[in-house]
């Protein structure tokens, strides 16, 4: 089993205005998806990461519903055009309530 899930982000540390950069994610995280069971044949809990969202100095870039059949440790890859210096904000929420964050700063030169 995991320890504390722990967010690892990679984010340009600059760009021009206007570019489109490329983020990437990933959470290490069990995602156990509640349907296994342990060696006593009693049902292992469900506990995923249930929801991902990506912030830009507060404005909405990227979020997304998690289900079950996602993978342990997910991670993700998109895009997102930066008009401007700003501040990424990555949150990913768990099912027992528990909340990630990550914050990663660049610079438009």
């Known amino acids: 089993m995991a320890t504390t899930p722990k967010p690892r982000v990679k984010v340009p540390k600059s760009a021009k205005a206007g570019e489109v950069i490329v983020l990437k ?7 156990e998806s509640g349907q296994r069971k342990d060696k006593e044949g009693k049902p292992i809990p469900r506990k995923i990461i249930n929801k991902f969202s990506c912030e ?16 342990a440790n997910p991670y993700f890859e998109f895009s997102a055009k930066v008009p401007e210096t700003g501040t990424f904000k990555f949150t990913w929420v768990d099912d027992d309530g528990s909340i990630y964050t990550d914050e990663q700063k660049i610079e438009v030169k």
């Open 56 to 71: 830009f100095n507060g404005q909405p870039v990227f979020s997304c519903d998690l289900d079950p059949a996602i993978s």
């Open 25 to 31: 994610t990933l959470i290490s995280h069990d995602m």
